[in-house]
């Protein structure tokens, strides 16, 4: 096992973006210090700094930050003839590393050794480093973005938390599954899978939450409640509240407000 070629914090603008539709003749690791969306066969993936991932040889896959600047360490592994990875360690599949330093660390040293070490050490030194960090690979525990459920979660928190502080604007299932680029029918399954709960049904317990403390804490119009949460009319908000809450927003108010006028 050698080194090909590697970098450590390399650093790419919010543009970046790897993509290899046959794959590579070689192993690459990646260690990532950024988020980054990966796509490997026929798999996706969000991963978050700590994560790695070891993409097998001849394996397709393409990677960006959706969030930003893409920072990573990195390194292509030439293997010998007839020379393999370990079995034991994950090819394709993300993982956790808690020692992320120690493995930048490794392969920082590596990158060294193939430049500045003597010849007649240069094996030996590189198959014991190589060694720490295979052990290193194998030992760090599996991440849970195998699936596609969880590999969208840190995405699909994101959109429900925009959401809850944007509720005057227009929310869909279909704008937000063009975010993801995913089809609508496969966010409305991946949204109740994390959830627990419908998209549309979740939208509008928010927009009712958000209402109930506007009834409660302001002297809003309902109209102009109304509008704060979401809706285009007033005979919709009032029918939806009502529907919820078993009573009409002014009902609502009138047993429910905290405000107290001068």
Known sequence: MYVIKGGCGAHHSASFRKSWPNGLDNPVLLILRSRGDFSVGDRHFLLEPGDAIMIAPHTPYHYHNPYGEYIDDWMHIGLEEGETLPAEVRCNTPFHLDDREACSTLIRQLLWESTYTDER???????????????????????????????YTERLKDIRFHMQHTLSEEHTIHAHAQELGISDSHFQHLYTSVFGVPFQQDLIRMRIANAEFALQTTDMTIAEIAELCGYGSEVHFFRQFKQ?????????????HAVTKP
Do not use: C
């Not at 295979?134 to 699936?147: E, Q, S, T, V, Y």
């Not at 919820?244 to 429910?256: F, I, L, N, V, W």
């Open 121 to 151: 050490y240069l094996r030996q030194n590189t198959d014991a480093l190589f060694t720490v960090l295979m052990n290193h690979l194998i030992a760090a525990p599996r991440k849970a973005g195998g699936n596609d459920e969880i590999s």
């Open 244 to 256: 919820y809450k078993g009573m009409t927003p002014a009902k609502y108010r009138k047993e429910h």
